[in-house]
């Protein structure tokens, strides 16, 4: 089937509206979904705020180990069955969460070890990898479409599952919430193909060479830069893109972090609600919405660095708002500035990567940015909550946040397109001769 032609509708787009499922699932309901959860079982079960959130940090910090075997797993047996090993692990996980555990080490076990094989495995680098693979002219629209649904299940998640255990009076009931979901997910996942190739198809519908409804060579109409060639890793590591990115990454996961998992904690420890807390967090998720489709959109037309250096812009002084929370209205409008500028930020940056490296480059880049990035947003989640231990604030936690955003800024107005080492030499030879 592969060498045969498949003159038929072009597949991507359901295989589109798939991944949009997938990333609303656990992306966006199970992983946002813990920012309203976590608070609930620390002050239940009477839990230490730096231990409890010890295991959301060695989550991060296995997601970023296990990228590399992702990666792998993706170029070895396929998208598809490499998220059947995600959602799988992530549904016993869930499972386990809503009905076993009862002690500070089974919080770690499940959450800081198991669940992360599922957010690797089923999780960004795999939607985002498979979307790359799919779509090359509208590639950023697509990818702004596809990632809207984690944001678009956060916004709801967080006012849904504070609902449903203030019914149930047990914050379990959230957890199993979270599992059904993923059951569906499972059940959606049928319907995924991996690669156009795989069904006869081309990239957008259209052969590799000549738009057939234009006639025109595909690749002068494209309004960004996009590389002819996929990079292998080793040169792309030596190109100052990717040390940048890895900064762009860090301050964008560690400010993601700070609000996910104590926001909600610094909001009601300073005299708000429950309910006002999640509001902001589901405001920062709705931006995130409205965000990804017309960035997206824009990212076919305008250099992806420029969108990525104006949602730096929008996230820094978002932040500040929030660490100062001057009153409810600024502080709903600040969480969907956030929300906006990192929903713009995951959207954008693959695709930056996408057109710089190529799409089959991708993954092997992705899997190197990960272990290497992940790491260093892995301490905020228990950082923060010892410094407010310690300090009874989050003050010099914002301030850290703050100028690491202050860096992103700079990291993203600094990606000018790569040229291979080889090329230049090439070039230099070329002028002296």
């Known amino acids: 089937m592969e060498n045969q032609i498949n003159t038929g509708p072009f597949y991507g787009r359901i295989n589109a509206v798939i991944l949009f499922f997938l990333y609303f699932c656990l ?165 995924l193909e991996n690669k156009p190739a795989d069904i006869g198809q081309f990239p957008d519908g259209i052969d590799p060479k000549t738009d057939k409804k234009t006639g025109k060579d595909s690749e002068n109409l494209q309004l960004t830069h996009r590389t002819s060639e996929n990079w292998e890793l080793r040169d792309a590591i030596q190109t100052r893109v990717i040390w940048l990115d890895i900064l762009l990454v860090v301050a964008l ?15 009601t420890d ?47 002084p978002a932040m500040m708002i929030i660490w100062k929370a001057p009153g409810f209205t600024l502080l709903i409008v600040a969480g969907f500035s956030f929300g906006f500028g990192f929903g713009t930020v995951i959207t954008i940056n693959p695709i930056l990567l996408g057109n710089y490296f190529g799409p089959d480059a991708f993954p092997s880049i992705n899997g190197f940015i990960q272990p290497v990035s992940i790491p260093f947003a892995a301490v905020v989640p228990f950082s923060a909550g010892y410094i407010k231990e310690y300090y009874g604030n989050y003050d010099f936690a914002f301030i850290f946040i703050g100028c690491l955003l202050g860096l992103g800024l700079l990291a993203s107005a600094l990606m000018v397109p790569p040229v291979k080492a080889k090329i230049k030499l090439s070039e230099s030879k070329n002028f002296l001769s």
């Not at 009477?46 to 075997?69: D, F, Q, T, Y």
């Not at 076993?100 to 080490?105: A, K, S």
Request: aromatic share 12%; net charge positive.
């Open 253 to 267: 996961l560690m400010s993601l972090y700070l609000l996910l998992v104590h926001g909600v904690f610094h909001l």
């Open 27 to 191: 992306l966006g309901f199970v992983f946002y979904g813990f920012s309203v959860i976590f608070p609930q079982m620390v002050k239940t079960m009477g839990w230490n705020r730096g231990h409890a959130a010890l295991p959301h940090s060695l989550r991060g910090l296995m997601v970023g180990i296990l990228a590399p075997l992702v990666s792998y797993s993706i170029n070895k047996i396929g998208s598809k069955k490499t998220f059947l090993i995600g959602l799988s692990t992530s549904l016993v996980s869930l499972i386990l969460l809503g009905t076993i555990t009862t002690t500070l080490w089974h919080w770690t076990i499940i959450w800081g070890v198991a669940m992360p094989i599922g957010f690797a495995f089923a999780g960004q680098m795999n939607v985002q990898t498979t979307t790359l693979f799919w779509f090359n002219k509208n590639r950023a629209t697509a990818m702004g479409f596809v990632m809207s649904g984690a944001a678009l299940a956060g916004f709801l998640a967080s006012p849904v599952l504070t609902w449903l255990m203030k019914q149930t009076h047990n914050w379990q009931t959230g957890w199993l919430a979270c599992a059904g979901i993923v059951i569906i997910s499972i059940i959606a996942l049928h319907w």
């Open 270 to 316: 300073i005299g708000y609600t429950k309910m006002n807390a999640a509001s902001v967090i589901s405001a920062m998720l709705m931006g995130g919405v409205f965000s990804r489709l017309p960035m997206g959109f824009a990212g076919d037309r305008i250099e992806p660095r420029w969108i990525l250096t104006l949602a730096f812009l929008i996230m820094l």
